[in-house]
């Protein structure tokens, strides 16, 4: 993939192809850089022009000033796809990447042709409650990250990924992930029940690999019965990241998913 950046953003991101008719835009999850989608990069790049970055403090975007924050991600990657003269995108996201393909859709609609969200949450409709069923594990987490990334990553891997392989290439990136970035991640909470859900005129497939925390999968069914329309998938011998654990699957699962909303 070629590597750019665009004037007043600190993200980096990354293209490969621009022959295709359709485009598809990757968020990754937290701790992690546009490389967990490795897989899906390599298997897609001749059927679609793919677009990935990296989060704001994650990979190659730390380039900051004074006021970047993760909550102007949409903006940015409205200037991207602007640059690069991108009209209607395939958007997925996992996890942390789920919650800014959610925002970017709810910021720019008309430019979203489908969404795809797994092991995320509906942002326009969280209960808070549950986010505090799980404060404390995540405070436990935050503490190992100050004392030692390599502590953190470590515990991380096995939270965000079910097979061996997956734990490894997740701790490989996570393990690189600068302690400093976490102040990037404090807006997040902006995006949360700001927007009320529309009517959507693009399809929406959301999802959560089996072995994920139960809390995920509770959240799915909550978001399915708030929005009928929208299609499911559970992924079988899969945790978190489920696009790392069952790659072939994923894979396969996305594509049918855009050929047949076309």
Known sequence: MEQYKIDNSPITYYISGRKCDEWVLFFHAAFVDHRMFRTQIEYFSN?????????????????????????????????????EKIGKIHIVGVSLGAVLAQDFANHYPDMVKSLACFGGYDINNFDMKMQKENSASQALMMLKALFSIKWFAKSNKKISAFTLQAQNDFYDMNVQFPKKSFMYLASLNSMVNKYQTEQREYPLLIGCGKFDIPME???????????????????????????MDTSQIFNTTMEKFWTDEN
């Open 47 to 83: 059927k679609y022009n793919i677009l990935a970055v990296d989060t704001i403090g994650h990979g190659k975007s730390t380039d900051t000033k004074k006021g970047d924050s993760i909550d102007k991600m949409s903006a940015w990657i409205y200037d991207i796809m602007k640059t």
């Open 217 to 243: 999968l509770e959240i799915i069914k909550m978001w399915k019965d708030r929005e009928p329309q929208c299609k499911v998938v559970l992924f079988e011998n899969a945790g978190h990241c489920v696009n």
